[in-house]
Structure formats: structure tokens, C-alpha cells
Antibody, heavy 125, light 109 residues
Framework: QVTLKESGPVLVKPTETLTLTCTVS??????????VSWIRQPPGKALEWLAHIFSNDEKSYSTSLKSRLTISKDTSKSQVVLTMTNMDPVDTATYYC?????????????????WGQGTLVTVSS | SYVLTQPPSVSVAPGQTARITCGGNNIGSKSVHWYQQKPGQAPVLVVYDDSDRPSGIPERFSGSNSGNTATLTISRVEAGDEADYYC????????????FGGGTKLTVL
């Protein structure tokens, strides 16, 4: 059974750096067909993709947030870490990690399954 | 960056068919995936690669994709299908980015 679980602070102050950890089980972070993404959802709003890490350690970031994000992984610990600098109240959201399945056949495709339960992070002084 | 457009809301009576659209420039050339999200829960994959269903998802959920529109179809809608639905594609060119639509609230009347 594949599971992912997010952990980190529930409350951060403006200008602080957020560090979130995603602990996975049931698959390996070195599996070439899989990766892990971080996705967030402000209260009452839509999903927003943030960052992704591939099995070969290649990283991708949302263009709009690239300067503030860093994603990394520790394969031996089955953990993926996301840091986001200079937090602001507009960054208040539920942060999810999700396993990505990647297939390069007739056309490259990638979807998320499963997702972690999510962790609500509030930015407030 | 690639943009996906969904209607904010769709309403349907129980037993009827719901169709939720996802618009994008030449989206028919991309692979589209759909997620269901109920209040307070994480999203769940219901359709991947335009029209395939993960194990455990009822056959009532189906998908199609052509031209500039992808569609999630839910047949014989049940009260338990009331949720937010999101479409998603992967733009594997340049920087590799994953894109979500704005979401559609399905209301079962």
C-alpha cells in the first residue's frame, strides 16, 4: 500500500522559512517511473502545483514561486523536503505531497496518485 | 504557461448524467487527468490519461479529450458524487510543469 504523509509546523510568522517533510511508504524514491510533487490549496481555492522531484534528483518548480522554493529528497529515509522562504499570509494553505506516475510513450504523461492527507499551514504574526 | 479552464459549477439531479469540461489550447494533444475532492479530504484520482480509470473507481466515471476540450462524464449521478473536480495536465516541455484547472463544484440537486 502506497502512502504519503506530510509533517511540519502549523503556524509560521511572516518572513519566516517554511520547511515541510513528506514521508512516503510503499514505493521507492529511486523508481524511475515515479516522483513526488508538492501541491497547495488556499482555503476555498483551487489546487496549485509548487514543485517536483524526479527519481534522478532532477527538480522542477512553479515559475511564479521558483525563487522561494527548494525541493530535495533523502532516498534512504524515504523523505522529500520542501522549503519556502519569506512566508506571507497569502501562503496560508493546505500543503499536499503526492506521488507522480510518469510515462514517456507516444506522448509524455504524468498524474498524481495517491496524495497525502495534507497539512494546513497558517501564516500569521 | 498553459492554462486550463473549468466551469465553476455544474448541477445535476440524481440519476442523471453530469459533464464537466476542461478547456485548453489544443488540449486534445495532451493527456488529461481528473481528481475528485470532497470537503476536508485530499484529492483522489478518478480518471487518468484521458479515459482510464484507476482500480476502485466506478465505471460511471469516464473521460474524453479532443480538440480544445476534455470532458469528465459521470453517469447515474449519486449524492455521494457531490464534490469539487479538477483537471490536470503535464507540460513536459521546457521546465516540466504540472497544471491544474480552477476546479468545478458538482452539486447534486
Amino acid at each position: 500500500q502506497v502512502t504519503l504523509k506530510e509533517s511540519g509546523p502549523v503556524l509560521v510568522k511572516p518572513t519566516e522559512t517554511l520547511t515541510l517533510t513528506c514521508t512516503v511508504s510503499g514505493f521507492s524514491l529511486s523508481n524511475a517511473r515515479m516522483g513526488v510533487s508538492w501541491i497547495r490549496q488556499p482555503p476555498g481555492k483551487a489546487l496549485e502545483w509548487l514543485a517536483h522531484i524526479f527519481s534522478n534528483d532532477e527538480k522542477s518548480y512553479s515559475t511564479s514561486l521558483k525563487s522561494r522554493l527548494t525541493i530535495s529528497k533523502d532516498t534512504s529515509k524515504s523523505q522529500v523536503v520542501l522549503t519556502m522562504t519569506n512566508m506571507d499570509p497569502v501562503d496560508t494553505a493546505t500543503y499536499y505531497c503526492a506521488r507522480s506516475i510518469i510515462e514517456i510513450a507516444a506522448r509524455p504523461i504524468s498524474w498524481f496518485d495517491p496524495w497525502g492527507q495534507g497539512t494546513l499551514v497558517t501564516v500569521s504574526s | 504557461s498553459y492554462v486550463l479552464t473549468q466551469p465553476p459549477s455544474v448541477s445535476v439531479a440524481p440519476g442523471q448524467t453530469a459533464r464537466i469540461t476542461c478547456g485548453g489550447n489544443n488540449i486534445g494533444s495532451k493527456s488529461v487527468h481528473w481528481y475528485q475532492q470532497k470537503p476536508g479530504q485530499a484529492p483522489v484520482l478518478v480518471v487518468y490519461d484521458d479515459s482510464d480509470r484507476p482500480s476502485g473507481i466506478p465505471e460511471r466515471f469516464s473521460g474524453s479529450n479532443s480538440g480544445n476540450t476534455a470532458t469528465l462524464t459521470i453517469s447515474r449521478v449519486e449524492a455521494g458524487d457531490e464534490a469539487d473536480y479538477y483537471c490536470q495536465v503535464w507540460d513536459s516541455s521546457s521546465d516540466h510543469s504540472w497544471v491544474f484547472g480552477g476546479g468545478t463544484k458538482l452539486t447534486v440537486l
